[in-house]
């Protein structure tokens, strides 16, 4: 059946400017990081797709190695957009990355121009795209001179392959140091793409925020949920299909009894103010204006319409947010 989307999805979700670019993006944004890849069911990959453009979800976020296996959320993104999403092309912003392993031998890793320029190709490719709309380098390379990986991505957009770049995983220090090569380049270092979190907050003590607006770059978190932590996921044991059992990037000792008694506390702070854990942690990461927006993951359209309620209640008092301090921070 021809897919035609929500007449009204403009109308309910919050738009963030990038920056001092004039680039908007909406306050959550859709990430195809773990459930996109062929392990996943296609339909259900549409399901989610469609419903996020319908609730105004016009970001979608990838990397040339999400999956699994790597390379397979861009070609599921790429079957959408050629079945669903083509006739809105000029509606969205889609983005990918380079920077982790991706293919054999030297020249599949980091950020020398070879590699960049390279894979966005593949990526292309496999996403049935000329263009994406932003560009990351994934991750700071000890190795490569960064003025060499800054220019690859200046190429990249007097290329036209990419309309504006960003960087991800990068300490504060580095941001500038690349928004300044980007900046005498002529191309603007768009955003950048931290983790950040209730429970994880280096961005606030490396002052990338600042750093960033001094640069004036925007900001895009990516868990903002903690890899499923601020959830009440956990909160009857651990079900076998979820991230601690199915990802590298969680275990078991997570869940040890402090961080557990800090995760109920939150989320009678949450019930407060009428909201799930979840859907406060997503309000609070976003309380900063400069933060631009989060990067979600979902498994379901229901977890995205529950995730996506979250800025519903935006505001918080002083009070809360001391709170939620107090419980995290051991103040």
Request: contains cysteine; glycine residues 8%; proline residues 5%.
């Amino acid at each position: 059946m021809t897919y035609t989307p929500d007449a009204t999805r403009y109308g309910s979700m919050t738009y963030r400017r990038a920056g001092r670019s004039g680039l908007k993006l909406p306050a959550i944004s859709l990430g195809l990081w773990h459930n996109f890849g062929d392990t996943r069911a296609l339909d259900r990959q549409r399901e989610i797709v469609r419903r996020a453009f319908d609730l105004g979800v016009t970001h979608f976020d990838l990397a040339n190695n999400y999956g699994p296996p790597p390379g397979s959320a861009e070609s599921n993104f790429g079957r959408l957009l050629a079945s669903d999403l083509r006739p809105y092309r000029d509606e969205l912003v889609i983005s990918t990355k380079a920077g982790y392993t991706m293919w054999d031998g030297p020249y599949g890793d980091f950020g020398s121009r070879k590699y960049l320029i390279s894979s966005l190709d593949q990526s292309l490719t496999r996403m049935g795209l000329d263009y994406v709309d932003v560009f990351y380098h994934h991750r700071p390379d000890p190795a490569t001179p960064l003025e060499e990986t800054m220019s690859a991505l200046d190429a990249i957009v007097r290329s036209g392959k990419a309309l504006y770049v960003g960087i991800s995983n990068y300490k504060s220090a580095q941001a500038a140091e690349a928004a300044r090569i980007l900046g005498e380049l002529g191309t603007p270092l768009l955003i950048h793409q931290p983790s950040y979190s209730i429970l994880n907050r280096w961005i606030e003590h490396d002052r990338l925020l600042d750093t960033l607006e001094d640069a004036g770059a925007g900001c895009i978190a990516f868990s903002p949920l903690q890899q499923g932590l601020l959830t009440d996921r956990y909160f009857q044991g651990v079900p076998a299909d979820s991230r601690i059992r199915t990802s590298v990037f969680l275990n078991e000792s997570a869940l040890d009894e402090r961080t557990m008694g800090r995760l109920h506390t939150l989320n009678d702070i949450a019930k407060r103010r009428g909201q799930s854990l979840a859907q406060m942690a997503l309000a609070w990461a976003l309380r900063d204006p400069r933060m631009t927006s989060l990067i979600i993951g979902a498994s379901s359209v229901t977890q995205l319409e529950n995730n996506i309620a979250a800025l519903a209640t935006p505001e918080f008092s002083t009070a809360e947010l001391d709170e939620i301090d107090a419980t995290v921070l051991d103040l």
